[in-house]
Structure formats: C-alpha cells, structure tokens
C-alpha cells in the first residue's frame, strides 16, 4: 500500500536540497510505495545564452536507475502552492523509462 503522506513528506525534504528559486523534487517508488530513487532540481554544469543550464528533478531521480522499469510510478512535487508539471524534455525522458504514472503537486494537494 503507498503511504501518499510520507512520500510527500519525503519529498519536501528533498526538495529542500535543491539551491534553485523553484524547489522541486521527484520522488520514484514501486507499486508497493518503496522508494527507488529520489531527485531535485539543481544547477548543471556550464551556462548558455539564458544562464545556468538546470538539471530537473525528473532527470536527476531518473538517472539513478540502472534501467527502465514499467513498475515504477513518480511523485513530483513543487514547494509552495503552485502546480509542477514536466516539461516536454523530461515527459519524454518519463515515458523512455517506461514511468506510466506520474503524480504531482497542485495548491489543492496531489
């Protein structure tokens, strides 16, 4: 059974972490609401024409699995009462991973 509040709880603190104006972590857990992998925003390395490059949550947790899995969910979470959604880089990267459902934070709660 997936233990929703704890993963939020979790998620803040991850979110926490991240030094960017925007804080947001994701969180990746199984079908029983094991944490796999966890992921924040953060700075990149090097800067282009608009600045800092970003590495998002999504990316971040992504990149600490080995392979893609098809039991694995995600919860993104944003600090904050404002809805986080992936952009359209990090869908596709969800969607290569096989990640078929993805939760995410709202002002209303999950």
């Given at each position: 059974?997936?233990?929703?509040?704890?993963?939020?709880?979790?998620?803040?603190?991850?979110?926490?972490?991240?030094?960017?104006?925007?804080?947001?972590?994701?969180?990746?857990?199984?079908?029983?609401?094991r944490?796999?992998?966890?992921?924040?925003?953060?700075?990149?390395?090097?800067?282009?024409?608009?600045?800092?490059?970003?590495?998002?949550?999504?990316?971040?947790?992504?990149?600490?699995?080995?392979?893609?899995?098809?039991?694995?969910?995600?919860?993104?979470?944003?600090?904050?009462?404002?809805?986080?959604?992936?952009?359209?880089?990090?869908?596709?990267?969800?969607?290569?991973?096989?990640?078929?459902v993805?939760?995410?934070?709202?002002?209303w709660?999950?």
């Amino acid at each position: 059974m997936i233990d929703l509040a704890r993963l939020l709880v979790l998620a803040r603190k991850v979110a926490l972490k991240s030094p960017c104006r925007f804080k947001i972590a994701a969180i990746l857990f199984d079908g029983r609401g094991r944490v796999v992998a966890t992921g924040y925003n953060h700075l990149g390395l090097g800067r282009g024409r608009m600045g800092h490059y970003t590495t998002h949550a999504e990316a971040d947790a992504l990149n600490k699995i080995r392979k893609p899995s098809r039991n694995l969910s995600m919860l993104l979470y944003r600090m904050g009462d404002r809805l986080v959604t992936p952009c359209s880089a990090c869908e596709k990267l969800i969607r290569a991973y096989g990640i078929k459902v993805v939760r995410y934070t709202t002002k209303w709660g999950t």
